[in-house]
């Protein structure tokens, strides 16, 4: 298998699972979020939309949750990629998916809760609560930082009928 990249990604196989895992790790983090602060799905969506649309996203009703639900969907399909297309670049993040996992879902959580969140015109965008950043990494360095790192070892990988493919190129006839 030829490519152009330092290794071979096979994005076939990569996109179903980003896709699949990020909205699989959205879904797990909304109803987390919602179990936590004891609030419904719709409410933890609207919250969500309010990064982007401020208070009004609490008025927002239905449409407001649909755009809460997108944007948890993309962020985590991203995030789940982007481990992918950084371990493109460098290789060595392949090897030992847990740990690198781990600091990749923290890394993620930080970024986000910590500059992104707060930048954003959210009327909540500082949480005090020290339980609650624990909680919330914890679930970000487990649902989303090791299955991406998993995702990522896996799609360079080449399956079965790639590895005979390969041999039957090099093999003389």
Excluded: N
């Amino acid at each position: 298998m030829s490519t152009s990249s330092p290794l071979p990604f096979v994005r076939s196989r990569a996109a179903p699972l980003c896709l699949v895992g990020g909205l699989l790790a959205g879904t797990i983090d909304v109803v987390f979020a919602g179990a936590y602060w004891h609030a419904s799905v719709p409410l933890t969506l609207r919250s969500i939309a309010s990064w982007v649309l401020g208070p009004a996203a609490f008025h927002g009703g239905a449409a407001a949750a649909a755009v809460g639900a997108v944007l948890e969907a993309v962020l985590m399909v991203a995030m789940y990629a982007g481990y992918g297309l950084l371990a493109r670049r460098h290789p060595a993040l392949l090897r030992h998916p847990m740990r690198k996992g781990l600091v990749y879902g923290a890394a993620l959580y930080a970024l986000q809760f910590g500059v992104l969140v707060p930048l954003s015109p959210a009327p909540f965008a500082v949480l005090i609560d020290p339980l609650w950043h624990i909680a919330c990494c914890s679930v970000y360095m487990l649902m989303v930082g090791i299955p991406a790192a998993r995702i990522a070892r896996l799609a360079t990988v080449p399956s079965a009928a790639e590895r005979f493919v390969e041999d039957a190129r090099h093999r003389p006839v």
